[in-house]
C-alpha cells in the first residue's frame, strides 16, 4: 500500500478535497458553492490551478458542466457530466480515473454545489422531487409514487423476506448521530434513541422523518491527478485503487429483487478491480438517503450475507470505534444531504485515510494504526445506480 496499486496505466491519486460552507447557508448561490469548495480543494492540494485539465459536474446550469466552468474560468480538455443521481460523483470519479490512466487528461476536478433547503425556505422550489411523467415514469406517476415511497416499499420487502426489524433500522440513524456528534460540521448532533426514531412522524410507511435524510445547503469537491503530480503535494496522496458502476432499472417493476442494489455489481467489481476484499476494508462511506439504503449496502459489498444486514448493524457496530465505521462524518441522515450527496462520502473518505478527521471522530485500527483502505459507494434514484470506489493510503 506504501506505493498505491497501478489503475490502469498510470496510477491516480487524489491530490485535494474540501467543502463549501455547509448547513443553513442563506445567503449563497449554488455556483457560489462551487467556486469555493473549488478553491479550498485546489489549496488543499498545494497544486496551481492551471494544471486543471479535466472537469465533471452535474446537477446545476443548463449545459452543465459548461456553465459551471465558466463561473470557474476553466477551460477543460476533458469534461463530463453524467447525471445518474446520488451516485454521480462515484460515476463521475470512475470516469475521471480512467481518463488519467488512460493519458487523456491529467488533473481532474469533480466539483458540487446546491443550496436545496435555502430554496425551500425561500419558495425557489417545492419540497418534492420530481422526475416527469414521461418514458417509463409515466406508468408509475398517475399512482402517486414519490421517490420515498419505492425506498418504503423496498425497505417493507426486506422486512417481510428476511425478519428486519423497524428497531434494526432505526438503529443507523442512531448510530449516524452518535458520529456527527463529533463533527463540527455536521448540521445535527444531538443523540437520538431507538424510540425516538420509531415514535416520529411518519412520512412513508415504514419511515418516519428520522430514517430519511436531512435536507441542507452545501458543497464539495474533489481533485484527482496522475501520479506525476504527486511530489508536488502539500499532503501525502490517497489513491484509487479500483470503482465499479452499474444501473438497475427505472420503473419498480422491472427491478427483479428489491431486497438488492447495484451495488452487488458495482462493488463486486470495485473491490476484483483493486485487488481487495471486503474484509479489508477499515471504514465504509455509504450513501444514505434512508436507513434501509445502508443496510442493503451493506450487505451487497459483501459486509455481511444477504438478509442479515439488521443484525449487523447492532450492537454499535457502524460507529467510529465499531467494527465497520460507516459514515463517520454523520451521512445525509445527520451532517448534510444537499441533493446528490455522493462526493461528500470521497471527501470524508480520504480525511480519514489521511488522519485528518481530529481527535474526536478519526477512525484507526485496532493497533491505533491510521486506516489503510476505504470504499465509498453512492446509490442513485430509487436503487436505479450505483457506483463504488476502493480508495487507500499512500
Not at 415511497?149 to 449516524?176: D, F, N, P, S
Not at 484527482?224 to 432499472?249: M, N, R
Not at 483493486?274 to 444514505?288: K, M, N, T, W
Request: hydrophobic fraction near 40%; include cysteine.
Amino acid at each position: 500500500m506504501t506505493s498505491g496499486t497501478r489503475y490502469g496505466k498510470r496510477k491516480v491519486a487524489v491530490a485535494g478535497v474540501a467543502l463549501s460552507d455547509c448547513g443553513r447557508v442563506d445567503e449563497a448561490t449554488p455556483y457560489a458553492l462551487h467556486a469555493q469548495a473549488a478553491r479550498r480543494a485546489l489549496a488543499d492540494s498545494g497544486l496551481d490551478r492551471s494544471v486543471i485539465d479535466g472537469f465533471a459536474s452535474a446537477g446545476l446550469g443548463t449545459l452543465a458542466p459548461v456553465e459551471v466552468a465558466e463561473y470557474l474560468g476553466l477551460h477543460p480538455t476533458w469534461v463530463d457530466s453524467t447525471s445518474v443521481g446520488g451516485s454521480t460523483w462515484e460515476v463521475l470519479a470512475a470516469h475521471a480515473a480512467d481518463a488519467i490512466a488512460a493519458g487523456h487528461a491529467n488533473a481532474v476536478l469533480l466539483v458540487y454545489g446546491s443550496t436545496a433547503r435555502a430554496d425551500l425556505k425561500a419558495g425557489r422550489r417545492t419540497a418534492n422531487l420530481s422526475f416527469g411523467a414521461r418514458g417509463p415514469l409515466q406508468f408509475e406517476v398517475p399512482y402517486g409514487h414519490t421517490l420515498v415511497a419505492k425506498y418504503a416499499m423496498a425497505a417493507r420487502r426486506h422486512m417481510y423476506q428476511y425478519g428486519t426489524t423497524l428497531e434494526q433500522l432505526a438503529q443507523i440513524a442512531v448510530q449516524a448521530r452518535a458520529n456527527a456528534a463529533a463533527n463540527p460540521d455536521a448540521m445535527y448532533r444531538d443523540p437520538i434513541t431507538v424510540d425516538e426514531v420509531l415514535s416520529g412522524p411518519v412520512i412513508a410507511d415504514p419511515f418516519t422523518k428520522l430514517h430519511c435524510c436531512i435536507r441542507s445547503d452545501g458543497g464539495c469537491a474533489v481533485l484527482l491527478v496522475a501520479e506525476d503530480y504527486v511530489e508536488d503535494l502539500a499532503k501525502p496522496p490517497v489513491w484509487v485503487l479500483g470503482s465499479g458502476t452499474a444501473v438497475s432499472h427505472t420503473t419498480m417493476s422491472e427491478w427483479d429483487d428489491f431486497t438488492v442494489s447495484p451495488a452487488a455489481v458495482s462493488g463486486r467489481l470495485a473491490f476484483e478491480r483493486a485487488g481487495v476484499r471486503p474484509s479489508e476494508i477499515d471504514l465504509a462511506e455509504l450513501y444514505d438517503a434512508f436507513t434501509y439504503m445502508t443496510l442493503v449496502t451493506l450487505e451487497d459489498l459483501g459486509f455481511c450475507a444477504k438478509g442479515e444486514g439488521g443484525a449487523f448493524v447492532e450492537k454499535g457496530r457502524l460507529l467510529r470505534d465499531g467494527e465497520l465505521p460507516v459514515n463517520t462524518d454523520g451521512g445525509g441522515l445527520a451532517a448534510c444531504h444537499p441533493g446528490m450527496r455522493g462526493l461528500f462520502l470521497l471527501v470524508e473518505a480520504v480525511r480519514q485515510l489521511r488522519g485528518e478527521a481530529g481527535p474526536d471522530r478519526q477512525v484507526r485500527q485496532r493497533d491505533g494504526a491510521l486506516p489503510q483502505l476505504a470504499v465509498a459507494s453512492g446509490t442513485g434514484g430509487w436503487f436505479c445506480s450505483s457506483g463504488t470506489v476502493v480508495l487507500g493510503r499512500g
